[in-house]
């Protein structure tokens, strides 16, 4: 991974700082924004080697390419539900390397030879780089002249309604959120200042209706001092996703919480982390541009949201779980107990990290009440978030 000169540094800094003094303060969203998806600076756009082993962090893909597989069943499943002799959109937001495209690819080949052709994939990425890293890992397995790419979702959905599944791994927590804090008086928004040649934290009124009616309906109330992130972008994103179905499934692999957890009194301090290196930080305001900024995603939200535009829960569970569902107990019996990739399927299941961390949110719409492998095993958190 190329790392930034240090010119390259100063100009993404004095971009923020030039707006910042022109235009005063601004919401850490849009200092998110900036830091991540700069058209010439930002971290995502710099590089295609943020993701995996050699970078900042790691996805579930990354892991093992089980991962990929068992979700090609699920897929498979949902377009047996869906339309069992007619074609199935597997539409990708945020598609990393492509990992997960080709496994899941690799997966269909394998289980399902015949129907092959009736599935089309589509990648929707932000990244430039990520798209180069994507186009060449899957012209190596021959899977290029499969997969289109598009620049938005618009234009994925320019043909007509989007009939499949819409999928997204680790995509909704780079969202740019807006940081909060509760106080006495209500609800103030942490806004970001340029002063003595750093950036700093500016509380201050919100700045748009949205986040005080962010909690308008439930009992969830921030505690005074206690921080929190509200992601606005993810509740756009899930609408719009709902706009452009038709018929068929939303499947989103994140790490986050029902609100209720999310917001609890005992998280002071937010969720917002900073990722370098493997190494973790809550510092945004250091290395910008070369550092992954994140925040855990609103389950409940993505829920509410999602409903005002057809879009119906079908479950959610956590990574363990719905891998448990999918037959990964079976699927490891192939390997050597004492292999590497015996290790590898157990990072992802492990309860304490990635198995019990991640979470898989499944909604539908245009379907009455479906059946999924994958919220077949222990799929406890459903009725937390129909709550």
Not at 156 to 184: K, M, Q, W, Y
Not at 295 to 324: I, P
Request: with cysteine; proline share 5%.
């Amino acid at each position: 991974m190329r790392p930034m000169s240090e010119s390259e540094k100063k100009v993404l800094i004095h971009r923020i700082r030039d707006e910042i003094r022109k235009k005063g303060r601004m919401t850490f969203a849009r200092f998110m924004e900036i830091a991540l998806y700069d058209p010439e600076y930002g971290y995502y756009v710099t590089s295609a080697d943020r993701i995996g082993f050699g970078g900042d962090y790691y996805t579930s893909s990354d892991v093992n390419p089980v991962f990929g597989r068992l979700l090609a069943k699920q897929i498979l499943q949902m377009k047996e539900i869906l339309q069992p002799d007619g074609p199935f959109t597997i539409l990708e937001f945020g598609a990393g390397k492509g990992f997960l495209c080709r496994d899941i690819l690799t997966g269909l080949s394998a289980i399902a030879p015949g129907d092959l052709h009736r599935f089309r994939y589509g990648i929707i990425d932000r990244s430039p780089a990520m798209v180069v890293k994507q186009k060449s890992l899957l012209a190596a397995g021959g899977w290029d002249e499969t997969v289109a790419w598009f620049s938005n979702l618009e234009e994925a959905a320019s043909a007509g309604p989007v009939n499949g599944c819409v999928l997204s791994n680790e995509l909704l927590d780079s969202f740019p959120v807006h940081r909060v804090i509760g106080t006495e008086a209500g609800l103030q928004e942490i806004y970001v200042d340029y002063r003595e040649d750093r950036f700093v934290d500016a509380p201050d009124s919100p700045s748009t209706p949205e986040l005080q009616s962010y909690f308008s309906g439930t009992d969830l109330r921030l505690a005074d001092s206690q921080r929190a992130e509200l992601n606005l972008e993810s509740a756009r994103w899930i609408r719009d996703v709902g706009h452009a179905m038709g018929r068929g499934f939303v499947v989103t692999i994140d790490y986050g919480y029902p609100a209720p957890e999310l917001f609890a009194p005992y998280r002071l301090k937010g969720s917002l982390l900073c990722y370098h290196r493997h190494a973790v930080n809550e510092d945004p305001y250091s290395r910008v541009g070369e550092q992954d900024i994140t925040a855990h995603v609103d389950f409940t939200r993505l829920v509410q949201a999602g409903a005002e535009t057809g879009l119906v829960l079908t479950g959610f569970t956590n990574q363990l779980n719905f891998l448990m569902g999918l037959g990964i107990a079976q699927e490891s019996e192939r390997f050597d107990p004492e292999s590497p990739e015996i290790q590898s399927v157990k990072r992802l299941l492990a309860r304490e990290s990635m198995g019990g961390v991640f979470k898989v949110l499944i909604q539908h719409k245009g379907l009455a009440s479906p059946v999924l492998d994958g919220l077949s095993f222990r799929p406890y958190f459903k009725d937390v978030l129909s709550g």
